[in-house]
């Protein structure tokens, strides 16, 4: 069910955009869903340590014990996260020269006793190798942040691996954040209020559904409730 609603939702965005002019230019259209996919990666990873905290302190100390080690994998994907704005810093930092320049490679060749000419051989070649790697990294690690976030979105920063409930309890905290994110920063499309509204509203409203769904499913087939989850 939230497969199809993510299907459904990306074709009514797709219907959107195709029937409807853009508020903007393209560019601004697409830095404006970078901007959303940045947005609700931090608004999921302040909602996963807050609800993942929320469980340890109001558990009893069994279970804290074993929802503390069950935080493995989200850390790993937090992590993971992290390492591919790093880097893209270190990638944009190397281009720009910041981190090593052409004068600090020459000193160090000349630090070895090279004869002058090689240095200046060493360094170029040094220096070209490490713009080619630093642009490779910069591609590379941008398509993987891009990736990594998306999944860190949909998996809610695997919440589920420290309590089945959290995904539920989680998810709507992300949409109408994104709801109310949406109405500051204005509408994508020049669409009539009655179609941009029933989009906007569609998403948090179809998301807060299935979590309720997921929640009464958790409780009436796995007799799974957030007082059992806490040892109560």
């Avoid at 029937?19 to 869903?33: A, E, M, T, V």
């Avoid at 992590?79 to 591919?84: M, P, R, V």
């Avoid at 090689?118 to 490490?130: D, H, K, N, P, Y």
């Amino acid at each position: 069910m939230q497969l199809a609603r993510t299907i459904l939702g990306l074709a009514a965005a797709v219907w959107l955009v195709a029937s409807y002019p853009l508020s903007g230019g393209g560019q601004k259209f697409i830095l404006g869903k970078l901007l959303e996919l940045a947005f609700s990666c931090g608004i999921l990873a302040v909602g996963s340590v807050v609800g993942i905290a929320a469980f340890l302190i109001a558990s009893t100390p069994a279970r804290r014990r074993d929802f503390a080690g069950r935080l493995r994998r989200p850390v790993s994907a937090a992590l993971l996260l992290a390492a591919g704005p790093l880097c893209i810093w270190v990638s944009v930092e190397t281009l720009k020269g910041n981190l090593i320049s052409d004068q600090e490679l020459k000193d160090f060749f000349f630090g070895l006793g090279l004869p002058e000419f090689i240095c200046f051989v060493l360094s170029f070649f040094a220096l070209a190798i490490g713009w080619l790697a630093a642009v490779a990294v910069l591609l590379g690690s941008s398509v993987y942040t891009l990736l990594a976030t998306y999944l860190c979105v949909f998996t809610c920063f695997m919440a589920k691996d420290v309590h089945q409930l959290l995904p539920a309890l989680i998810s709507p905290l992300l949409v109408w954040s994104l709801f109310a994110f949406q109405l500051f920063n204005g509408p994508d499309v020049a669409a009539p209020p009655e179609v941009l509204y029933t989009f906007m509203l569609g998403g948090p409203l179809s998301v807060t559904a299935l979590s309720v769904w997921e929640v009464r499913r958790l409780r009436a087939h796995h007799a799974i409730t957030l007082r059992r989850a806490l040892g109560h």
